[in-house]
């Protein structure tokens, strides 16, 4: 049964979180991933095996520079996605991705938690891909 959070009454962190502890697997899309957020579910993420019993995360709306993706969109919207372009994009969007890193003073505990995300994906626990046909 779905259930919506409003994060007045209904937390989304602790439904998600509730979800995670009883399941193994999950799959999630999602807008903009923020590497450091990681860390408010990764202990849940960690008891998942691998292979067909992992989390799968899409992300769909990342956006690495305003700029950059309008210009990038605006020759999407032009014809079909090939391979060029998807992976100028994914490029760009690693690019974000390390940028959010330099963003203030990591903690030991977004440390931890970046090394965690590292592990999980070697070990096929999480599985990321992205979404560039649409924003």
């Not at 700029?67 to 391979?83: P, Q, T, V, Y």
Request: with cysteine; charged share 30%; aromatic share 8%.
């Amino acid at each position: 049964m779905p259930k919506i959070y409003d994060n007045i009454e209904n937390h989304l962190k602790g439904g998600l979180i509730t979800a995670l502890e009883s399941s193994y697997r999950a799959d999630f899309c999602v807008g903009y991933f923020n590497l450091r957020g990681w860390k408010l579910v990764d202990k849940q993420i960690d008891h998942f095996t691998g292979e067909d019993h992992c989390c799968r995360l899409l992300v769909g709306m990342q956006r690495p520079e305003e700029e950059l993706l309008r210009k990038a969109l605006a020759r999407i919207d032009e014809g079909l996605m090939d391979n060029p372009k998807a992976l100028a994009l994914k490029k760009e969007i690693a690019r974000s991705f390390r940028q959010q890193l330099t963003f203030g003073l990591p903690t030991t505990e977004d440390e931890r938690s970046l090394q965690k995300l590292k592990q999980q994906l070697s070990q096929g626990k999480l599985k990321v891909k992205l979404f560039l046909n649409h924003p």
